[in-house]
């Protein structure tokens, strides 16, 4: 490890909401039990065509190839325990998007057959192609919430990076799915980070951490052996964890929401991320499962568990002892950025980190909105520099086009603003439904500008067909008149000749009928 003094700099805003942390930090991970049912998505993405590899009533094992992702963007999906493929259908899971996903049921059994891991890869010595594909064989995309497949984002960084930056912030109250795993398993995280700058031949990986988990940051410096590696302790404040707020702190690099931290040479991978890389790499193992922090008021034991992807979100609720007499809503991520689920059939994804199960007091229902007051307390916690209680007068009013212009695409819609609102208005609710109108107008300018490229280039196409026919019938007429000029030049040679012949034979019968006749008028004397 770098033991100089790392400089930091300072996010703007930020607040500091009770963590909540401790209750799912009392003990290790668990392992969570086998599921009668597991419901894998396979997609994941708006931009995945999945290939399903598997047929309903398949027998799969441990491990299998489910569907294998598109090779750009992409996730690959596995069977996380071996049993029966029972259905293959769209279904519900916690997505923003309230979209249903294509998910592969399988009906899990006691075999637990495994199909045969991956070889494992002396990293050192093996190429960039070889360790990208073995990231996407792997199945593993970004798992600090974004969901980017990590095979992309690494090629995209090849060679155009100097600095790689691990997110260790975990700056949401109540989760603790990094904290736990940083405990645990820090070897694996740096082994990790070690993979990814060899990949990517980034000169430096600065790990960023809050300074509220002093046995994380312990292991990690334990392991973090390597000059090129420093730990960076940052200070415990939401939303530091945020990929940019968290890049400029470390860095003190800053970019839009239309620039990739990439173009600024920067990577960033979240810790989970890295110890599924490692994972992959040394071991030859798929993504199945996740660390899930199981928390909130109403269940009985809280813990971070090791849970199978597609486990249904009831059968942890179920182990962790929740009480559904107390039990008020479920959030699947965090209380500020996190989705309220509708049920607890969903199962979880590799995007879920945490399901908070609360109670009324712990999370009463809000009172109702009140006017704008303009107090401006929005503006000092916003970590973006926005305004926004401008935004959202102007999402309010529906003037999309001057929240865009006073940068609504930055927002990182973090929640901080509404959390300090005396009039409790749901701020984000306001930028979301703003940045959906943006993004359907959008849509569909480009729509409107692909049609008409499509209409210019069918009229393009026409007129040259038209040309081309037009063409084509001149040069028919010439060759036919041609024609019709040489058979007319040639017939009338012809009835000449004939004409010719029959006046030859004509004149010789003539002479002949003249000597027969001079023939009988004169007789030899
Ligand atoms: S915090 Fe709420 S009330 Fe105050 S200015 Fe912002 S939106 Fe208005
Ligand atoms: S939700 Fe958006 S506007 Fe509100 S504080 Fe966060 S970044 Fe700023």
């Known amino acids: 490890m770098n033991n100089a003094t790392p400089k930091l700099w300072t996010m ?26 597991l419901f894998v998505p396979v997609s994941q993405s708006d931009f995945n065509k999945p290939q399903l590899c598997v047929q309903l009533g398949a027998r ?39 979209l249903r996903e294509l998910c592969v049921v399988i009906d899990t059994d006691a075999s637990d057959t495994s199909w045969p891991k ?4 002396d990293y050192l010595h093996t190429d960039s192609d070889t360790l ?39 700056c949401e109250p109540y989760i603790t799915a990094d904290e736990a795993l940083l405990r645990e398993r820090a070897g694996d995280v740096i082994n990790g980070c070690l993979i990814l700058l060899q990949l990517t031949g980034a000169a430096r990986c600065l790990i960023g951490i809050e300074d509220n988990k002093p046995q994380a940051i312990a292991a990690l410096r334990k392991h973090a052996d390597d000059s090129r590696l420093q730990v960076m302790v940052i200070p415990a404040l939401y939303p530091s964890g945020a990929e940019k707020q968290l890049i400029y702190m470390l860095t003190g690099k800053a970019f839009s929401a239309d620039t990739l931290p990439v173009a600024s040479g920067v990577l960033c991978h979240n810790v989970c991320t890295a110890f599924a890389i490692a994972r992959a790499v040394l071991r030859g193992e798929a993504l199945l499962s996740r660390i899930i922090t199981i928390t909130g008021a109403a269940v009985n034991e809280a813990a971070n568990y090791e849970v199978l992807i597609g486990t249904p979100v009831s059968a942890l609720l179920q182990q962790s002892a929740v009480d559904p007499m107390r039990l008020s809503q479920l959030i699947s991520g965090g209380p500020l950025m996190g989705m309220l689920l509708p049920h607890a059939q969903l199962p979880v994804t590799k995007l879920t980190n ?19 007051i ?24 529906k003037e999309f086009d001057k929240a865009q212009a006073h940068n609504l695409n930055d927002c990182i819609e973090c929640g901080a603003c509404a959390y300090v609102c005396p009039s409790h208005i749901p701020l984000v609710q306001y930028y979301r439904a703003a940045k959906a109108e943006l993004a359907q107008v959008h849509d569909k300018q480009q729509r409107a500008v692909y049609s008409r490229q499509r209409f210019d280039a069918h009229q393009q196409r026409k007129a040259i067909e038209q040309a081309q026919d037009e063409q084509r019938r001149a040069e028919r007429a010439t060759l036919a008149k041609q024609k019709q000029e040489t058979t007319s030049t040639s ?22 009928k003249q000597a027969v006749a001079d023939n009988n008028k004169d007789p030899a004397p």
């Not at 209750?23 to 086998?34: E, F, M, N, T, W």
């Not at 596995?78 to 493929?85: D, L, Q, R, T, W």
């Not at 017939?491 to 019968?509: G, H, Y």
Request: glycine residues 8%; hydrophobic residues 45%; proline residues 9%.
């Open 60 to 98: 799969v094992h441990k491990g299998q190839v489910l569907a294998l992702g598109s090779p750009t963007m992409g996730v690959t999906a596995h069977a996380p325990a071996a049993g029966v493929v029972s259905a293959i259908t769209e279904q519900q899971v916690p997505n923003m998007s309230g």
């Open 491 to 512: 017939s009338t040679a012809a009835q000449n000749a004939v004409a010719a012949a029959l006046a030859r034979v004509q004149a010789k019968k003539a002479a002949l």
């Open 132 to 170: 990208i594909q073995r990231i996407f064989e792997a199945g593993i995309s970004g798992l600090g919430g974004a969901g980017f497949p990590a095979h992309n984002k690494v090629r995209c960084a090849l060679h155009n990076i100097d600095t790689l930056v691990i997110n260790a912030a975990e």
């Open 354 to 372: 945490c399901i908070i199960a609360t109670t009324a007091q712990e999370l009463p229902t809000p009172p109702p909105a009140q006017a704008c």
């Open 12 to 37: 703007a805003g930020g607040i500091s909401p009770p963590a909540n942390k401790q209750q799912s930090l009392q003990g290790v991970i668990r392992k969570a039990a086998l599921p009668p049912q």
């Open 374 to 397: 303009r107090c401006g307390y929005c503006v000092e916690v916003c970590p973006a520099l926005l305004l926004p209680q401008q935004l959202y007068w102007f999402a309010r009013s």
């Open 118 to 121: 991956l070889p494992p890869l």
